[in-house]
């Protein structure tokens, strides 16, 4: 069984910036992409970023576009995400996940919570990020 362990959150002012890090417990074969979803109280989860293992294809919300950067370390099994110009709104829990399916990397991203076909099959814990005003 494979394990994801996110690291990294905490608590920031609105402008500030944080760094996750996903580490997967051993090598994943066949993975597709990995990426990060967020879940503030209240809401749905939502896919934020995600990253090709294959060609390093990235994609992004529109609501984090130029502001947070994925990036990806196959050899050591881990995916990062550099927050910067953060938000209140971007308080959520953030999770990350790994995905087999053969998807798009926008498709496993947007649809990867919620989509067999899409699906993204293994799950972090998640870390909670606080953005203060």
């Known amino acids: 069984q494979v394990q994801l362990v996110e690291s990294g959150g905490g608590l920031v002012q609105a402008g500030g910036s944080l760094r996750l890090s996903c580490a997967a417990s051993?090598?994943?074969?066949?993975?597709?992409?990995m990426g990060w979803y967020r879940q503030a109280p209240g809401k749905e989860r939502e896919g934020v970023s995600c990253?090709?293992?294959?060609?390093?294809?990235?994609y992004y919300a529109d609501s984090v576009k130029v502001r947070f950067t994925i990036s990806r370390d196959n050899a050591n099994n881990t995916v990062y995400l550099e927050m910067n110009s953060l938000k209140p709104e971007a308080t959520a829990t953030y999770y990350c996940?790994?995905?087999?399916?053969?998807?798009?990397?926008?498709?496993?991203?947007?649809?990867?919570?919620?989509?067999?076909?899409?699906?993204?099959?293994?799950w972090g814990k998640g870390t909670l990020v606080t953005v203060s005003s």
């Open positions: 990253i090709s293992y294959n060609d390093g294809s990235t």
């Open positions: 996940a790994a995905g087999l399916s053969r998807g798009t990397v926008q498709a496993m991203c947007v649809m990867g919570q919620k989509s067999y076909y899409f699906r993204m099959d293994y």
């Open positions: 051993r090598s994943i074969s066949r993975i597709n992409a």
